[in-house]
Structure formats: structure tokens, C-alpha cells
């Protein structure tokens, strides 16, 4: 049974930083895909950033470029969304997820088999 655990998410003021982490336990795939996704009150669930299995190709929403890079570590089973220059608008709860099965890294959430259960990130004014 895959599990997707996510942590750091929190309160901070407009212009500061947050790393979310997210850590895959139970069944482990030979190479899968991970996105961040976010979901605020009202609204629906839209692509934050990707990144493939051996880290050379990341993707990102136009809202989140050049604030927000993502990361991970295949020994950790880890990936991370360092999130820096924050804004109100930013506030979400944050999912991550995890595909093993395309070929290309998916940027839409339909298209993840896997997820974890939220971390909220709340960004005030």
C-alpha cells in the first residue's frame, strides 16, 4: 500500500518562505512522477509544480513561477516545494502526489494515482 505523508505547512506573513515535504512509505515503484497541487476554499484543485523521477525536468504554474522551486531525494523517497516570497493568495491546502505510470510528467490531477492527505498553508497580509 503506497502512503503520501506531507509536512511544513503552517501560518507565515506575506513574503516569507515555507518547505512543504512530502514522503512516500509502503510500496516503492522503479521511477513515478511527483506534483504539488492546491486547493482553496471554493475552488477547485489546480497544478502547482512537477518534477520527474531523475529530477532534470520540473514544471510549474505561471502563479508560482520564480517564487516556488520543487525538489526531491529518490534515497529519501522524498520530495519537497520550497516556497519563498509568499502571498495571501497562496493560501491553500497543499497535496502531493505520485504517477508511476506515464511517460511524460502529468501536470493534471486527474492523471495521479497517488496522494497525500493535505498540509495547510495559510499566508497572511
Known amino acids: 500500500q503506497v502512503q503520501l505523508v506531507e509536512s511544513g505547512g503552517g501560518l507565515v506573513q506575506a513574503g516569507g518562505s515555507l518547505r512543504l515535504s512530502c514522503a512516500l512509505t509502503?510500496?516503492?515503484?522503479?521511477?513515478?512522477?511527483m506534483g504539488w497541487f492546491r486547493q482553496a476554499p471554493g475552488k477547485e484543485r489546480e497544478f502547482v509544480a512537477a518534477?520527474?523521477?531523475?529530477?532534470?525536468?520540473?514544471y510549474y504554474a505561471d502563479s508560482v513561477k520564480g517564487r516556488f522551486t520543487i525538489s526531491r531525494d529518490n534515497a529519501k523517497k522524498t520530495a519537497y516545494l520550497q516556497m519563498n516570497s509568499l502571498k495571501p493568495e497562496d493560501t491553500a491546502v497543499y497535496y502531493c502526489?505520485?504517477?508511476?505510470?506515464?511517460?511524460?510528467?502529468?501536470?493534471?490531477?486527474?492523471?495521479?494515482?497517488?496522494w497525500g492527505q493535505g498540509t495547510q498553508v495559510t499566508v497572511s497580509s
Open positions: 502526489a505520485a504517477d508511476p505510470r506515464s511517460k511524460i510528467v502529468p501536470t493534471t490531477p486527474e492523471t495521479y494515482d497517488y
Open positions: 509502503g510500496r516503492t515503484f522503479r521511477n513515478y512522477a
Open positions: 518534477i520527474s523521477w531523475g529530477g532534470s525536468n520540473t
